[in-house]
C-alpha cells in the first residue's frame, strides 16, 4: 500500500512552515532550504516502493522537528560585534 500522496505533501509543507518560522528575517538561509527541500522531494517524486516513501517522509518529519526544536539563530550586534541568541529558544521545548 502506497503512501498517499497528501502525506507526502503534508510533510513537505510542515517543513516548508518550520524553515519560515526558523529562519524568519534571514531571506537568504530560507531561499536556501526552501531551494533544498524542493529539490530533495522532488527527487524522489517517482518512487513506488512504499517502504522507501515512508522512510522518506519520516525523514521530512524528522527534519521539522529538528529545524522547530534544534536550530537556534544568532544575530550580530553590531554595537559590539557579539551574537545575540534569543533565549526564550533555548528554553522553549514541545
Not at 503512501?3 to 505533501?9: I, K, M, Q, T, Y
Not at 517543513?15 to 524568519?24: D, W
Not at 533544498?36 to 518529519?61: C, G, M, P, V, Y
Not at 529545524?67 to 560585534?81: H, S, T, Y
Amino acid at each position: 500500500m502506497a503512501v498517499p500522496r497528501p502525506a507526502s505533501l503534508s510533510a513537505f509543507r510542515a517543513l516548508l512552515r518550520a524553515q519560515h518560522k526558523t529562519f524568519v528575517g534571514d531571506k537568504e538561509m530560507l531561499e536556501r532550504a526552501r531551494i533544498h527541500s524542493r529539490e530533495q522531494f522532488l527527487k524522489n517524486k517517482d518512487l513506488t516502493d512504499d517502504a522507501e516513501i515512508e522512510r522518506l517522509r519520516k525523514e521530512a518529519d524528522n527534519a521539522t522537528d529538528f529545524i522547530l526544536n534544534d536550530v537556534v539563530r544568532a544575530e550580530l550586534n553590531q554595537k559590539n560585534g557579539r551574537y545575540v541568541i534569543d533565549g526564550a529558544k533555548l528554553t522553549e521545548r514541545k
